[in-house]
DNA sequence: CTGAGATGGCAACAATATAACAACTCGGCC
DNA sequence: GGCCGAGTTGTTATATTGTTGCCATCTCAG
């Protein structure tokens, strides 16, 4: 499946290589975060799943975000309690971001050396690394330019 | 002012050379830290601020964490909604966490290579860092060497 | 068809963090 | 000493984020 295929039919194709179900709600969840430029909090993604009248309940969500984050369609963003789309879900990574408190984008990036030099950092120690959280706060690019 | 000297002792001296005060609720919340060897909750470190009847609010903790944290006296570890005290406060420094998911202890390192292969990410995406967030979740040498 | 397992709805709750305002403390100054 | 003002703390209430438990419903293999 190419890299340009949209990312909700090649999320479909991993969940049925993988024998799991892209369900009704996980398709929504994944769909509002996809669809925005910006990570959104749980109860950001709950308003925006919210059908008329009828509004949803907080496990919901979270049950749809566990399930997304085990197989890797989306990330948690720990600095800022949200959450954003993987671009490129299909092999296992460990990822970088670099978040901008003035628009608000975040950027996932896949930078060897980082993930290296963390790698010998945590060998040093003698330390066994299973999950990695890197994130990087500051000014975009556009918004460096714009702002001076 | 030596490294060996006590760290309650080194940021006393920090925060008069910087002309602010550490007060009286700042130190307590600093020496609680300090003299944990895990990270703590700032629930956690109300509790352990109690004094007999006398319960505090949270506002006083989180404020005196605010204060601690600006003048680097205090890392937050950010996926563990958790603080911990830093070993030497004396110079700004961008640091890295190795955080045993099995005993709870939690490792400071400042790996050069890490903060510069992470600049350098950052550098050609024309990001501007003013803040890093870099935790390793993992199994400490010593609980891998327990367990297996 | 049927039963086990997966999924979803719902209500209550727990944990983390902040807002708003009043009261107090500590210097410097007259 | 007495006064003032900035910074700090106390207090109450509330906002935000995340979890647990229970049961209804759906799905699918056998
Ligand atoms: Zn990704
Ligand atoms: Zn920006
Ligand atoms: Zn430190
Ligand atoms: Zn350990």
Redesign the interface.
């Known amino acids: 499946m190419p890299m340009s295929t949209d990312v909700l039919t090649r999320a479909e194709s991993i969940c049925q290589q993988r024998g799991v179900r892209l369900t009704t709600q996980r398709r929504r969840v994944l769909a509002i975060l996809c669809a925005s430029n910006r990570p959104l909090g749980a109860y950001e993604i709950l308003e925006a799943m919210r059908d008329g009248a009828r509004t949803l309940a907080p496990p919901t969500v979270y049950r749809a975000l566990d399930f997304l984050l085990e197989h890797g369609l989306v990330h948690k963003i ?2 800022m309690h949200a959450f954003v789309g993987c671009n490129h879900p299909e092999h296992p990574h460990s990822s ?1 971001f ?1 978040i ?2 003035d628009c608000g984008v975040v ?1 996932e ?1 896949d ?1 060897a ?2 993930t ?3 790698g ?3 060998d040093v ?17 556009q918004c ?1 330019e714009k702002n001076g």
């Not at 120690?125 to 690019?141: D, L, P």
Request: aromatic share 2%; charged share 15%.
């Open positions: 720990e600095s970088q670099l901008c408190h950027t990036i930078d050396a980082v290296q030099s963390l010998s950092a945590a120690s003698g330390f066994r690394a299973q999950r990695r959280v890197v994130e990087v706060i500051g000014t975009c690019a460096a």
